[in-house]
């Protein structure tokens, strides 16, 4: 089984300052990682995903992320914010190789969120 | 493109009344997943749906929900009767299964509250 910890559950930044977001994920098996944005009141939008290859992934509105295999982390990075960035952030994970007696392919497991509120 | 549309958007009902929602997917995404999230946390998956066959709702509480995905389009997800813990946001995703990586498209969700 696989899961999800966001370190931290609220992060108050200043607008155009940096912000990261921390996320560390357990798994016995190869897996796929990735970040949504939740906006209030609205569903869930992918931000970027690491599949395979570059450690270093870039998303979209200016989030880059990092894998670190060695330490199990996909912390997510934004050099700076605006106050349209205030929203829930969640970090996901999923097998890259399905468990054909569950046939758990393509499910996506969660971390709790963190929310980032953006000041002027 | 249309994205994915669920409805009601809001539904307020009184413990133990039947509810149900509503999920319409992306033209042509041939996999569909509900997802449960409780304030404060993660979406959990509650089922999924390949095409109009449940291949996964070992999360699907089944004494008291149901779903369903006729012709492998439309989904409805039902809650009978509601209980006080079933307040959440239920989310709906659909996505086109090919290869070993696919990405899920979420719907707006419907917000429960039990009251």
């Known amino acids: 089984a696989q899961s999800v910890t966001q370190l931290d559950s609220q992060v108050p930044v200043f607008e155009e300052a940096p912000v990261e977001l921390r996320c560390n994920y357990s798994?016995?098996?190869?897996?796929?990682l990735f970040w949504y944005v939740q906006y209030p009141n609205q569903g869930l939008q992918l931000l970027l995903k690491?599949?395979?290859?570059?450690?270093l992934v870039k998303g979209i509105n200016g989030f880059e992320a990092e894998f670190n295999k060695s330490q199990t982390s996909f912390h997510l990075r934004k050099p700076s914010v605006h106050i349209s960035d205030t929203a829930e952030y969640f970090c996901a994970v999923s097998v890259s190789t399905p468990d054909l007696t569950t046939d758990s392919w393509g499910k996506l497991q969660f971390g709790a969120g963190t929310q980032v509120v953006v000041t002027p | 493109e249309a994205g994915v549309v669920q409805s009601p958007r809001y539904k307020i009902i009184e413990k133990k009344q039947p509810v149900a929602f509503w999920c319409n997917p992306i033209s042509g995404h041939n996999t569909l997943y509900w997802y449960r999230q409780n304030l404060g946390q993660g979406p959990e998956l509650l089922i999924r749906?390949?095409?109009?066959?449940?291949?996964?709702d070992s999360q699907l509480p089944k004494d008291r929900f149901s779903a369903e995905r006729l012709k492998g389009v439309d989904s409805t997800l039902k809650i009978q009767p509601a209980e006080l813990g079933d307040s959440a946001v239920y989310l709906c995703?659909?996505?086109?299964?090919?290869?070993?990586?696919?990405?899920?498209?979420f719907g707006p969700g419907t917000r429960l509250t039990v009251l």
């Open positions: 798994s016995s098996v190869s897996v796929y």
């Open positions: 690491y599949l395979s290859g570059s450690t």
């Open positions: 995703a659909s996505s086109f299964r090919t290869g070993s990586y696919n990405e899920q498209f």
């Open positions: 749906y390949e095409n109009e066959e449940a291949v996964d």
